[in-house]
């Protein structure tokens, strides 16, 4: 099955970026600050939404406590910057915020109830109306970050692409796992790392959410044992 919806997705994050890029040089400093710190608020409101959503929040703090000893262990945030520098070079970029763009806006747009749900959705009933507000909401953040972070932001449509479509055309398959506590509580645990992102905008302090990533994987195994 052709994901539709991830590919319309992949188009909007491309649309938008062009446009923040294009608008980015004829922001003056002190716009593109508000512009980050605006974002960084926004950011915090939509992962203290998510998060609010999780039903057994026990199961969601021993995923993010192992997760974090686990990405730490295997160094993620080496990893996933390597990756993104080795990137960079590829397509011969001189941007200084590359990876941070390309980092941060992959793990907004793919956590999230809606790229899980929009894309099993799609998947099984051929229905991308949810996959597609998520693409309208992408697009317009993507206008957004592009224009703070640069060129990085454009690349983030490959992650968001291959996350989504691989839901849609495996959704019989991923269909008997995701429950609506399952998605409760992947949709928290995401949230919390959403904020995450929000205060890494804000430069409250740095957290390294690249190695809290494995905490995903531990809730949706420990909510199949706990849940």
């Known amino acids: 099955m052709l994901p539709i919806g991830s590919i319309v997705n ?46 057994n929040i026990l199961i969601v703090i021993f995923a993010v406590l192992l997760g974090g000893i686990t990405g730490e262990w295997l ?3 080496t990893l996933l910057d ?15 915020t590359f990876t941070d763009g390309l980092v941060t806006t992959s793990l907004l747009f793919c956590i999230g109830a809606m790229a899980i749900v929009g ?35 454009i690349f983030s449509f490959i992650p968001v692409f291959l996350y ?23 949709t928290g645990c995401g949230g919390l790392l959403i904020v995450g992102i929000g205060i890494n905008l804000l430069e409250l302090t740095e957290i390294r959410l690249a190695n809290l990533l494995p905490s995903l994987v531990y809730v949706v195994v420990l909510t199949c044992f706990f849940g």
């Open 119 to 153: 894309s099993l959705e799609e998947g099984i009933h051929g229905d991308a109306t949810i996959i597609y507000t998520k693409s309208i909401l992408d697009g317009f953040a993507a206008i957004a970050f592009a224009a703070t972070y640069g060129t990085g932001v």
């Open 82 to 96: 390597r990756l993104g520098n080795r990137f960079k070079k590829l397509v011969r970029s001189k941007n200084a």
């Open 164 to 186: 989504q479509g691989s839901i849609t055309v495996g959704a019989s398959f991923f269909q008997q796992y995701f429950s609506d506590l399952m998605i409760a509580q992947i």
């Open 10 to 55: 992949a188009c909007a994050i491309i649309g938008g970026s062009l446009i923040g890029c294009f608008l980015q040089s004829r922001f003056p400093e002190r716009i593109r600050t508000i512009v980050f710190q605006g974002l960084g608020l926004c950011v915090l409101l939509i992962g203290i939404q998510m998060a609010l959503k999780v039903e």
């Open 75 to 77: 160094r993620l945030d």
